[in-house]
Each structure stands twice: as structure tokens, then as C-alpha cells.
């Protein structure tokens, strides 16, 4: 099978069918890691069975997480059912091992030493994972329309699930949000001057509204400070800040404030959560404002509530007050 010419094929199809570019990116990377594991040399010699072995090499010998590997099932099943327009059913691969992992969470005074150690705008990135529970994608994206300052929310469009919802926009992010809102202007009028006005745009909405990919509003908020590439499309333009440079700063930003914990950007939506469970909000308010689909994935966070002395005396120090 030539591969390169194969996976361009599956890479059509996923944009045909409108798959967002990281969820493009992630199949494709499981579709080349099936094909290069069981030395299919030709689409026809793909089977069913291959999707078995290659599930259980994973669990068995690679130790992912159950996560990883239904990210991989997707993939394949995606594979299946648009590509090579086979059924895929029966699968009985190894699975791999669940484990409940409690997450890591911050305390407030934690979260803002680190916001002290972060340079604009990273630390405005980490003030809407903590204040407003966002994604890392899901802050990068949002556009100068999704601000909305006299009903105090964001809006996030196209969240995981491919969801929309509104969340809190906090007081405390708002003037460095209007700084990033004046500096994409700022971007928007060099780039219309040398003729790369145009932003990525969703893809029903780019052929609905062509004129919108040149309006103001469309900016993302994080606009990077060069154009590059756009990977759909071919053509330069501007996008958001690339999220590797977040995480450098962050990985900078917990060691010079001397925080023992391995703290990632998700580390500050699983805080957001559980602040607002120990603050008497409502379980199901904080599952809107998460996104999550099912209460179960939220109700974690009381497992984050009811951990170590937050619930327990301990022994030692019972028999000391003794």
C-alpha cells in the first residue's frame, strides 16, 4: 500500500465530513500506527481481526490508559465506517486497565503564585482555565465575538462533544481580555494592509459567510504575532498563539514558584471545579459550566472534597488533642 497516497485519502475524507483539525490529526496518527503494526500493505488486506490485535498490543504491551485506547477504537471505527466502508463489530481486544485517578488540584493561594510567575497573555490563558474552567483548545479558539462583557460570559463553540456552551467570564481577566482585543486590531489592520485580512472560519460557516473570514470579529483573541500556513486551506494567515509556548512558561512558571505538584493547564480546570463544589455551588451548575456530558465525569470532584483531613481527623492528631 502506499501509504502517503492512502492516508491523504482518509485525511479527505475526514474533512469532507467536517472533523475538527486536532481530531484529524489524532485519527490520522492511530490510522498510521495500526497500519504500520500489522504491515497491511494494501486497503484490502485491512480486517476487522487486525483491529483486535493492534487494541490489545496497546493494553498489553504498551500499557495505555482505557482513554488512549478508545481514542485509538475511534479511529479505527472512523476508518471502517467512512473509508474502507466495511462493518466493524465483535471487537474483543484486551482492555486496558480502568483506574480512578483523583486529579490534581490547586489551592488559591497555589494558583496565584504561579499567575504571578506568567508574562501577558499567558497568564490571561491560565485566568480563564482557572476562572472560567476552560480547555486549553477551547481558550485558544475563542474569537473576539465570543466575549460578551455586559452579560460577563464567554461562549465556547464547538467545545469537545463538537458542544457549545456558556461559561463564566471572570472580573479579574477583563482588562487584559480588552488589551488582547486592541492588539488583534492591531494585527487585523497590518494584515488587511498587506492583503492577509482573512482567519480560519468553521467549515460550513467559511462557504456560508466568505465575507465573515475578513471581519474583525472573527479574530481570535490569542492572535499569534506572525501569520503562518493554514494546513486546511494552504493559504497564509493569521492564527491563535501556538499552545506549546504556553506550556514552556507554565513548566517555568511552577518550578520558579517552588509548587511541588505536577501541575499541566488542565491542572487549573480541575481547581475551577473544585472551588466551585467547596463554595456551595450546585453539582449540575458546575457540569454546564465544565461542558461535561455525563454528571459522572463532574462528580469526581467530590472525591477531591472528601480526601485526607478535608473529611478526616486523623488518628495522630485526635489522640494529640487528647
Not at 465530513?17 to 485491512?46: M, V
Not at 493494553?59 to 485506547?69: I, L
Given at each position: 500500500?502506499?501509504?502517503s497516497?492512502?492516508?491523504?485519502?482518509?485525511?479527505?475524507v475526514m474533512?469532507?465530513r467536517?472533523?475538527?483539525?486536532?481530531?484529524?490529526?489524532?485519527y490520522?496518527?492511530?490510522?498510521?500506527?495500526?497500519i504500520?503494526h500489522?504491515g497491511?500493505?494494501?486497503?484490502?488486506?485491512?480486517?476487522?481481526?487486525?483491529?483486535d490485535?493492534?487494541l490489545?498490543?496497546?493494553?498489553?504491551?504498551?500499557?495505555v490508559?482505557?482513554?488512549t485506547?478508545?481514542?485509538?477504537?475511534?479511529?479505527?471505527a472512523?476508518?471502517f465506517q467512512?473509508?474502507?466502508?466495511?462493518?466493524?463489530?465483535?471487537?474483543n481486544?484486551?482492555?486496558?486497565?480502568q483506574?480512578?485517578?483523583?486529579p490534581v488540584?490547586l489551592t488559591m493561594?497555589?494558583?496565584q503564585?504561579?499567575l504571578?510567575?506568567?508574562?501577558?497573555?499567558?497568564?490571561?490563558m491560565?485566568k480563564?482555565?482557572w476562572g472560567?474552567?476552560l480547555?486549553?483548545?477551547?481558550f485558544?479558539?475563542?474569537?473576539?465575538?465570543?466575549?460578551?462583557?455586559d452579560n460577563?460570559c464567554?461562549?465556547?463553540?464547538?467545545?469537545?462533544?463538537g458542544?457549545?456552551r456558556?461559561?463564566?467570564?471572570?472580573?479579574?481577566a477583563?482588562?487584559e481580555?480588552?488589551?488582547?482585543?486592541?492588539l488583534a486590531?492591531?494585527?487585523?489592520?497590518?494584515?488587511?494592509k498587506?492583503?492577509?485580512?482573512?482567519?480560519?472560519?468553521?467549515?460550513?460557516?467559511?462557504?456560508?459567510?466568505?465575507?465573515e473570514?475578513?471581519?474583525?470579529?472573527?479574530?481570535?483573541?490569542?492572535?499569534?504575532?506572525?501569520?503562518?500556513?493554514?494546513?486546511?486551506?494552504?493559504?497564509e494567515?493569521?492564527?491563535?498563539?501556538?499552545?506549546?509556548?504556553?506550556?514552556?512558561?507554565?513548566?517555568?512558571?511552577?518550578?520558579?514558584s517552588?509548587?511541588?505538584?505536577?501541575?499541566?493547564?488542565?491542572?487549573f480546570?480541575?481547581?475551577?471545579?473544585?472551588q466551585?463544589?467547596?463554595?456551595?455551588?450546585?453539582?449540575?451548575?458546575?457540569?454546564?459550566?465544565?461542558?461535561?456530558?455525563?454528571l459522572?465525569t463532574t462528580?469526581?470532584?467530590?472525591?477531591?472534597?472528601q480526601?485526607?483531613?478535608?473529611?478526616v481527623?486523623?488518628?495522630?492528631?485526635?489522640?494529640?488533642?487528647?
Amino acid at each position: 500500500m502506499r501509504r502517503s497516497k492512502f492516508i491523504e485519502e482518509v485525511r479527505s475524507v475526514m474533512r469532507l465530513r467536517q472533523l475538527a483539525l486536532a481530531t484529524e490529526k489524532n485519527y490520522i496518527y492511530w490510522i498510521r500506527s495500526f497500519i504500520r503494526h500489522q504491515g497491511y500493505r494494501d486497503a484490502g488486506q485491512i480486517h476487522p481481526h487486525g483491529v483486535d490485535q493492534f487494541l490489545s498490543h496497546l493494553a498489553t504491551h504498551k500499557e495505555v490508559s482505557p482513554n488512549t485506547q478508545n481514542q485509538a477504537l475511534c479511529a479505527l471505527a472512523f476508518l471502517f465506517q467512512h473509508v474502507l466502508k466495511r462493518e466493524l463489530k465483535g471487537i474483543n481486544a484486551v482492555r486496558a486497565r480502568q483506574q480512578q485517578r483523583i486529579p490534581v488540584v490547586l489551592t488559591m493561594r497555589e494558583a496565584q503564585t504561579i499567575l504571578n510567575h506568567l508574562s501577558f497573555p499567558f497568564c490571561t490563558m491560565i485566568k480563564l482555565a482557572w476562572g472560567a474552567g476552560l480547555r486549553k483548545a477551547e481558550f485558544l479558539n475563542l474569537r473576539i465575538k465570543d466575549v460578551d462583557f455586559d452579560n460577563h460570559c464567554l461562549t465556547i463553540r464547538q467545545g469537545k462533544g463538537g458542544k457549545d456552551r456558556v461559561t463564566v467570564l471572570p472580573n479579574g481577566a477583563v482588562e487584559e481580555i480588552l488589551q488582547l482585543i486592541e492588539l488583534a486590531e492591531t494585527f487585523y489592520q497590518d494584515d488587511i494592509k498587506q492583503g492577509f485580512g482573512e482567519v480560519s472560519m468553521p467549515y460550513a460557516l467559511a462557504k456560508k459567510f466568505p465575507n465573515e473570514a475578513n471581519a474583525l470579529h472573527w479574530r481570535y483573541l490569542f492572535s499569534a504575532s506572525k501569520r503562518g500556513i493554514d494546513p486546511i486551506s494552504g493559504r497564509e494567515k493569521r492564527h491563535h498563539i501556538h499552545p506549546s509556548g504556553l506550556e514552556k512558561k507554565l513548566r517555568q512558571a511552577v518550578r520558579n514558584s517552588g509548587i511541588r505538584k505536577k501541575v499541566t493547564v488542565h491542572t487549573f480546570r480541575h481547581t475551577f471545579a473544585t472551588q466551585l463544589l467547596q463554595n456551595g455551588y450546585d453539582i449540575r451548575t458546575v457540569q454546564e459550566l465544565l461542558g461535561h456530558t455525563d454528571l459522572k465525569t463532574t462528580q469526581i470532584y467530590t472525591h477531591v472534597l472528601q480526601r485526607g483531613g478535608n473529611a478526616v481527623i486523623s488518628p495522630l492528631d485526635a489522640a494529640t488533642l487528647n
